[in-house]
């Protein structure tokens, strides 16, 4: 019988922490790193192993994944002197799963390739939900080859796992992803403050809007939390931010204006300033019933 390939996850937040207690579940030996070690307490509660260094993790980790907050702090992990590139062995494969950069995304892929590391971009979507129900959505980018050989540790993860072409496609990817969410997300919480305005119990219209030709995964989930004034973080208006900034900069090298996204980061930027950095994106529904 094959032994599974030990597996390094760095970054234990609110989705890390569900994707690699999946993997300890399906039998898996993971190593964990984080900033912060008491947010990893629960994973090695349940048997993972602690890393007090990203270098020291890769060394002991055939695969290593990646699942942390800013472009910075990829590019620092995988390119520093002391980082992942710098300690992973000649044949393992190094994925991240941040929403980040193409563009640092193929220059990790050409530093790992020099090596003899295989590196995979395979951000996700799906939320805290999606995270800890193992139903994400993952786009990965990269060699098809690379790509099939993590498969079944995408599978413990996700259950839409599509390859998208070469280094950089999955980061593509997602941020077509975040397009299409930051326009949603208004589209969502302006429905909703329209229809308490009205008169109306907007649990009720929830009820018969998100079955029609306006649903949406935000509208299911988000669109309840919205109307409880539930903000808790499944998603952070810092990263939604980092994201969209992302996604501006990508539209513009590709020679393109998208005001939908524009208005979003307008929006957000309003939420950050009010100091709503740490809430879950879903906040945007407070600001605009302030605002009408």
Do not use: C
Request: hydrophobic residues 40%.
């Amino acid at each position: 019988m094959k032994e599974h390939p030990k597996i390094g996850m760095i970054g234990t937040g609110v989705m890390g922490q569900s994707m690699a207690g999946h993997l300890l579940s399906a039998g898996y030996t993971v190593h964990v790193y984080n900033r912060t070690k008491q947010k990893a307490e629960p994973l090695l509660e349940k048997g993972a192993v602690w890393f007090d260094q990203p270098g020291k993790l890769a060394e002991q980790s055939d695969i290593v994944i990646t699942m942390v907050g800013f472009p910075q702090d990829v590019e620092s992990l995988y390119l520093d002197s002391d980082g992942i590139l710098a300690h992973a062995k000649p044949g393992s494969i190094v994925i991240d799963m941040t929403t980040s950069s193409p563009q640092l995304a193929q220059t990790i892929f050409e530093h790992a390739e020099q090596k003899q590391i295989y590196a995979l971009d395979a951000p996700v979507s799906g939320g805290d939900v999606g995270a800890r129900e193992a139903r994400l959505s993952i786009m990965v980018g990269g060699e098809r080859n690379v790509f099939e050989a993590a498969l079944p540790i995408f599978q413990k993860m996700g259950r839409n796992i599509v390859y998208q072409g070469k280094a950089g496609a999955g980061q593509y990817t997602k941020l077509s992803n975040q397009i299409a969410v930051a326009s949603t997300m208004i589209a969502v919480a302006e429905a909703l403050v329209f229809a308490e305005k009205a008169g109306l119990d907007p649990f009720e219209v929830l009820r018969s809007i998100e079955s029609g030709a306006a649903g949406s995964w935000t509208m299911s989930n988000l669109g309840p939390r919205m109307l409880k004034g539930d903000f808790a973080p499944g998603f952070y208006v810092k990263h939604f931010l980092k994201d969209l900034k992302i996604a501006i900069e990508a539209a513009e090298q590709l020679g393109i204006q998208l005001e939908g996204l524009r208005l979003a980061k307008r929006l957000y930027d309003q939420l950050s300033a009010q100091g709503e950095s740490d809430r879950g994106t879903q906040v945007l529904y407070q600001l605009l019933k302030q605002q009408g």
